[in-house]
């Protein structure tokens, strides 16, 4: 683990360097080097999940005032999920500072999608313990938070029926979605939707599907129209 690298990323001055680098020890490290009785990540990560299912909790319940209990949970759940977690790590690097036995090395441990989601909880649940919850929000204000807004986790949230539901109270109203362009190698396509009503348009989302394209759409319009 790189520490000074890791704070100069974070903008982050650790006070217990040990406790970080705990963070990104993984168990097949500690079982082959039992002589600097290191501790894995494990406890850790238990506590991280508590944390980061607190802050996003909070974040919802202040941004969206008037959505209901159980689409708020929904929504958590797709932010606080594997993929999600998979994500935020690989965007900050994190693999390449773990430390891992030669066995789960040479396995592909280091990019493996549970283990980078585990070491991202730890890393949060360090935090919590080295600087408390006030930094642990700054860093998950900084990292997790933009992208619930620029709607990353749509395919959470059903923003299409939303949407329908609050156009519908104008029944001369209209709702279309056009796929107006597609992007990149087969394997890897975004499509870009847009949202028209009444041959208007009100609303353009980007996704991996067609369908995460059309609901970041509706999302736009929906953030536009209830504003």
């Not at 585990?118 to 890393?123: G, L, N, T």
């Not at 935090?127 to 929000?137: E, S």
């Not at 539901?165 to 992007?183: A, F, M, S």
Request: hydrophobic residues 35%; aromatic residues 8%; glycine residues 8%.
């Amino acid at each position: 683990m790189d520490k000074v690298k890791l704070e100069n990323l974070l903008n982050i001055k650790f006070h217990n360097v040990d406790i970080i680098k705990q963070a990104f020890t993984h168990s097949s490290y500690v079982n082959e080097h039992r002589n600097q009785h290191a501790s894995d990540n494990e406890r850790l990560e238990f506590l991280g999940d508590a944390v980061l299912e607190l802050g996003v909790s909070q974040y919802l319940y202040r941004k969206y005032p008037t959505m209901p209990e159980g689409e708020m949970t929904k929504l958590r759940a797709a932010i606080v999920c594997e993929p999600s977690l998979e994500s935020f790590a690989r965007s900050l690097n994190f693999g390449e500072h773990i430390l891992l036995g030669k066995g789960e090395e040479m396995t592909g441990g280091r990019s493996r999608p549970a283990l980078l989601a585990d070491v991202f909880e730890a890393f949060l649940g360090a935090v919590y313990l080295d600087q408390g919850f006030d930094v642990a929000l700054q860093f998950l204000e900084k990292h997790v938070f933009p992208k619930i807004d620029t709607g990353a986790f749509s395919h959470g949230m059903d923003y299409k029926s939303k949407l329908q539901e609050l156009v519908q109270q104008d029944k001369n109203k209209k709702i279309e979605y056009k796929i107006v362009d597609e992007k990149g190698p087969s394997h890897n396509k975004e499509f870009i939707a847009e949202l028209l009503i009444n041959d208007e348009v009100v609303g353009e989302g980007l996704g991996r599907t067609k369908k995460e394209a059309e609901q970041r759409a509706a999302k736009k319009a929906l953030d536009k129209l209830t504003i």
